[in-house]
T-cell receptor, first 113, second 114 residues
Framework: QQQVKQSPQSLIVQKGGIPIINCAYE??????FPWYQQFPGKGPALLIA?????SEKKEGRFTISFNKSAKQFSLHIMDSQPGDSATYFC????????????FGQGTTLQVKP | DAGVIQSPRHEVTEMGQEVTLRCKPI?????LFWYRQTMMRGLELLIY????????DSGMPEDRFSAKMPNASFSTLKIQPSEPRDSAVYFC????????????FGEGSRLTVL
């Protein structure tokens, strides 16, 4: 019940495409859902996060869509660029424990020029 | 401002040796986390501290692993004795509880146990 399942494992898109990464969770106590971006040789860095009181959040070209009833959330990258090539992790945690993040398995994204 | 600082960045050791990984969190942060990253298991939380006190060590694989946080600016993760299956990238992260939960990760320590 603590798992966060992420798909796909890898993704290749052309520049300008809209990659979509999906995550699903079981624990209904989770109420904080961040996405982290990791470049090779670096630690993950927070990209965008959402709480279940909203169904969508946009920050620049990055959008999180959240479906509370389905216990699913997804990341969309608009107008993707080669510089977006990285590994993306979804995560989840519950209030009072916001640091104890449970991470998905990660999606390696390649954006071709 | 300096981010989370980890050392060493790379460590190669032989099976049975003791390994100590070090972490300096961001000044002012009151929570510190140790994660392990492998291809097979992804990012796993090993242990985390609030105000220097270990809160949850349920992710520590076995007694060979131990972690300490003697003060707010320093933490260690020790593996004794090390085994080849401990080979991974170990990340330290810090946060300030009450600021929405953002974790700030270091660049990691890549451990290879031969």
């Amino acid at each position: 019940q603590q798992q966060v399942k992420q798909s796909p494992q890898s993704l290749i898109v052309q520049k300008g495409g809209i990659p979509i990464i999906n995550c699903a969770y079981e624990n209904t106590a989770f109420d904080y859902f961040p996405w982290y971006q990791q470049f090779p040789g670096k630690g993950p860095a927070l990209l965008i996060a959402i709480r279940p009181d909203v169904s969508e959040k946009k920050e620049g070209r990055f959008t999180i869509s959240f479906n509370k009833s389905a216990k699913q959330f997804s990341l969309h990258i608009m107008d993707s660029q080669p510089g977006d090539s990285a590994t993306y992790f979804c995560a989840a945690s519950q209030s009072g424990n916001t640091g104890k993040l449970i991470f998905g398995q990660g999606t390696t994204l390649q954006v071709k020029p | 401002d300096a981010g989370v600082i980890q050392s060493p960045r790379h460590e190669v050791t032989e099976m049975g040796q003791e390994v100590t990984l070090r972490c300096k969190p961001i000044s002012g942060h009151n929570s510190l986390f140790w994660y392990r990253q492998t291809m097979m298991r992804g990012l796993e939380l090993l242990i985390y501290f609030n105000n220097n006190v270990p809160i949850d060590d349920s992710g520590m694989p076995e007694d060979r692993f131990s972690a300490k946080m003697p003060n707010a600016s320093f933490s260690t993760l020790k593996i004794q004795p090390s085994e080849p299956r401990d080979s991974a990238v170990y990340f330290c992260a810090s946060s300030f509880r009450g600021l929405g939960g953002e974790l700030f990760f270091g660049e990691g320590s890549r451990l290879t146990v031969l």
